[in-house]
T-cell receptor
Framework: EPEVTQTPSHQVTQMGQEVILRCVPISNHLYFYWYRQILGQKVEFLVS????????KSEIFDDQFSVERPDGSNFTLKIRSTKLEDSAMYFCASSEMLAGGFFGPGTRLTVL | GNSVTQMEGPVTLSEEAFLTINCTYTATGYPSLFWYVQYPGEGLQLLLK?????DKGSNKGFEATYRKETTSFHLEKGSVQVSDSAVYFCALRGEETSGSRLTFGEGTQLTVNP
């Protein structure tokens, strides 16, 4: 069964450092997403990506964040100058049309 | 904007009990509705979905019916098992674009005791 994969599973970084979270979406999907879940809180939308560009972003997704699809398979989220409040579980998802989205297992980001 | 409200948790049940987790939504038009489940230490798994009014989504003994008149999508299961212990999230996707974001509810922690 096809699945979304994410690496690393856990990333620890110092405040102010840059991190790149990686995702491999399901191969025939067209839409890609990043969500985050701060511990004990609801899952929040960050950004969606379609046809090699951002199609929608939330108010959380400010200049600190960027996304890229560097090749035909990977989808990355870069967080520049991380802050303590960026500590969360980050989920990548992909979908076809009219689908809810298949989520990856997540990357737990810990900013110290 | 779109929003999803779930019943407050946590919910604790005995094995074989009947489960209902309430979910109501606010959205224009006809959104698509979803239930996701998150087992301890894992990511989100799509449990079931419904894309139009009066549709019933079902999977693994769980069911939910898309009720436009009450803007609800309550999750039910007739007989829960210990293995159903997880966090359940109700979510919607607006009808404006098919690839648009999911809006999640707060999540409901379910614990099933033997």
């Amino acid at each position: 069964e096809p699945e979304v994969t994410q690496t690393p599973s856990h990333q620890v970084t110092q405040m102010g450092q840059e991190v790149i979270l990686r995702c491999v979406p399901i191969s025939n999907h067209l839409y890609f997403y990043w969500y985050r879940q701060i511990l004990g809180q609801k899952v929040e939308f960050l950004v969606s990506f379609y046809n090699n560009e951002i199609s929608e972003k939330s108010e959380i997704f400010d200049d600190q964040f960027s996304v890229e699809r560097p090749d035909g398979s990977n989808f990355t989220l870069k967080i520049r100058s991380t802050k303590l409040e960026d500590s969360a579980m980050y989920f990548c998802a992909s979908s076809e049309m009219l689908a809810g989205g298949f989520f990856g297992p997540g990357t737990r980001l810990t900013v110290l | 904007g779109n929003s999803v409200t779930q019943m407050e948790g946590p919910v604790t049940l005995s094995e074989e009990a009947f489960l209902t987790i309430n979910c109501t939504y606010t959205a224009t038009g006809y959104p698509s509705l979803f239930w996701y489940v998150q087992y301890p230490g894992e990511g989100l798994q799509l449990l079931l979905k419904a894309t139009k009014a009066d549709d019933k989504g079902s999977n693994k003994g769980f069911e939910a019916t898309y009720r436009k008149e009450t803007t609800s999508f309550h999750l039910e299961k007739g007989s829960v098992q210990v293995s159903d212990s997880a966090v359940y999230f109700c979510a919607l996707r607006g009808e404006e674009t098919s690839g648009s974001r999911l809006t999640f509810g707060e999540g409901t922690q379910l614990t099933v005791n033997p």
